[in-house]
């Protein structure tokens, strides 16, 4: 581990948050949320051990932006004071302070110094139409980079990558019905040009800031974890959210709300696709553990492969 006093850590001070800070925090939290096989005391110091010598880089294609939103509503300390000064995520898009040449120019050389063990988080889904034109990411010497450039490019050379998002783990919304864009996913686009790097899906529109700051964690701590067929991460993704609803009593006896105002009932006849959906939202909730979909409308499966063409209509039953 750097110094304490290493102008890193003397940058985190100033943002109010030290590196050991969040190591803290972190673990804490991770206690509350259900989150004790990514974050248990024993792994901290390797996790502080790793975050020196493992960059993040993010990158983003076509997306909303909604998975880096997600995730800066992460806990407090502030996540983007976090991941900027304490998980050395060193690019990203929205968050970072440089932009143009300098930018691109630092992201490409970062690749290179830690080639094969930087990982590569994706945003938003790859256009493969029209020779990837539909999303240009910049422009280096006069020549401009497709987003399909910068994942080939990265991808080959990243350790690991994180497909975060619907988007960026199987097309998403950018790949419904038409997709006049071509877009992909990371892992069909990877398949495609035969790179072999592996990749671990975060779906979720927008993925749960746990997931993505989880198996992030994971991967430098533990290194890939297990993954279901649909690449996902079985301490996130293994439950299914009928299963364990807390509607599935009433689910049993047949008893349906018939609004979405109601408080009691099981929502499958207002359109809820929990029974085909994967993923913890039922325990870990959103908005710091505040409520989740289904309390005040319905699942519409956002992690499934299929989304959003296979939760289509999402107000209607399945
Ligand atoms: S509300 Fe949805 S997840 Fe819950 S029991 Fe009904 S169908 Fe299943
Ligand atoms: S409850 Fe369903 S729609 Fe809501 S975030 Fe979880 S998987 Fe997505």
Same mark, same amino acid.
């Given at each position: ?11 985190? /001070?100033? #943002? *109010? ?5 969040? &190591?803290?925090?972190? +673990?804490?939290? =991770?206690? %509350? ?118 994942? /080939?490019? #990265? *991808? ?5 990558? &994180?497909?975060?998002? +619907?988007?960026? =783990?199987? %097309? ?137 063409? %296979? ?8």
């Amino acid at each position: 581990m750097k110094n304490e006093q290493t102008l890193p850590d003397k940058q985190q /001070k100033k #943002l *109010g948050i030290s590196r050991r800070g969040f &190591l803290k925090t972190i +673990t804490g939290t =991770a206690a %509350g949320i259900g989150m004790s096989q990514v974050f248990n005391p024993a792994l901290v110091s390797a996790l502080e051990k790793a975050l020196e010598h493992h960059p993040v880089l993010w990158i983003q294609g076509q997306g909303c932006t909604g998975c880096s939103v997600s995730l800066l509503n992460s806990v407090d300390p502030s996540i983007a004071d976090v991941l900027l000064k304490v998980i050395s995520l060193q690019f990203h898009p929205t968050i970072m302070a440089s932009e143009g040449k300098t930018a691109l120019e630092n992201l490409y050389k970062i690749a290179e110094e830690y080639k094969g063990k930087f990982s590569l988080a994706v945003e938003g889904a790859i256009p493969m139409a029209a020779g990837g034109k539909y999303c240009i990411v910049g422009e280096l010497d006069h020549k401009e980079i497709t987003m399909a450039d910068m994942v /080939k490019d #990265l *991808g080959n050379k990243a350790g690991s990558v &994180l497909a975060v998002g +619907t988007c960026a =783990a199987y %097309g998403g919304i950018p790949a419904a019905e038409g997709n006049v864009t071509g877009a992909t996913g990371v892992m069909k686009f990877f398949k495609y040009y035969g790179i072999k790097t592996p990749v671990v899906n975060i779906p979720g529109c927008p993925p749960h800031p746990d997931w993505i700051v989880g198996s992030i964690a994971h991967l430098l701590t533990k290194g890939l974890p297990e993954l279901d067929s649909d690449g996902r991460p079985t301490i996130f993704f293994g439950e299914n959210i009928h299963d364990n609803c807390p509607h599935l009593d009433e689910y049993d006896a047949g008893e349906m709300s018939e609004k979405l105002s109601d408080a009691k009932g099981c929502r499958m006849d207002l359109g809820c696709k929990g029974p085909d959906t994967y993923a913890d939202c039922y325990k870990r909730k959103w908005n710091s553990g505040m409520n989740w979909c289904v309390d005040n409308a319905v699942c519409i499966g956002c992690v499934e492969p299929g989304f959003p063409d %296979g939760s289509s209509p999402f107000y209607e039953p399945a």
